[in-house]
């Protein structure tokens, strides 16, 4: 999925704003001023169009996430886990960690 403001396309092909899209346990949404991806794999993102972002993990992915979303366990000592599984020490540090070129 790629979207660029209100334009989203799914591989490579346009989902007009507003159109609701479901294939293969991927669906696009558009509630309100809001763009919004879920997966049947139970990960849900939401996204303004411009800065703001929410991803939303149903409960049965506890403890199985990994990355810029963190480990889903609820204990702050490891909310900041690099790629590499040492725990960064700042927020900047954990974030510029999982770049990517």
């Given at each position: 999925?790629?979207?660029?403001?209100?334009?989203?396309?799914?591989?490579?092909?346009?989902?007009?704003?507003?159109?609701?899209?479901?294939?293969?346990?991927?669906?696009?949404?558009?509630?309100?001023?809001?763009?919004a991806v879920a997966?049947?794999?139970?990960?849900?993102?939401?996204?303004?169009?411009?800065?703001?972002?929410?991803?939303?993990?149903?409960?049965?992915?506890?403890?199985?996430?990994?990355?810029?979303?963190?480990?889903?366990?609820?204990?702050?000592?490891?909310?900041?886990?690099?790629?590499?599984?040492?725990?960064?020490?700042?927020?900047?540090?954990?974030?510029?960690?999982?770049?990517?070129?």
């Amino acid at each position: 999925v790629v979207a660029e403001g209100r334009n989203v396309s799914v591989n490579g092909a346009v989902v007009p704003e507003g159109h609701p899209y479901l294939h293969k346990g991927l669906g696009v949404a558009w509630p309100g001023d809001w763009v919004a991806v879920a997966s049947s794999l139970g990960v849900r993102v939401a996204w303004d169009g411009y800065l703001a972002v929410t991803v939303t993990v149903e409960p049965e992915l506890r403890g199985g996430t990994w990355g810029l979303c963190g480990t889903y366990t609820d204990d702050p000592a490891d909310d900041f886990v690099r790629p590499d599984g040492d725990i960064a020490a700042f927020a900047a540090a954990f974030g510029n960690a999982w770049k990517v070129p």
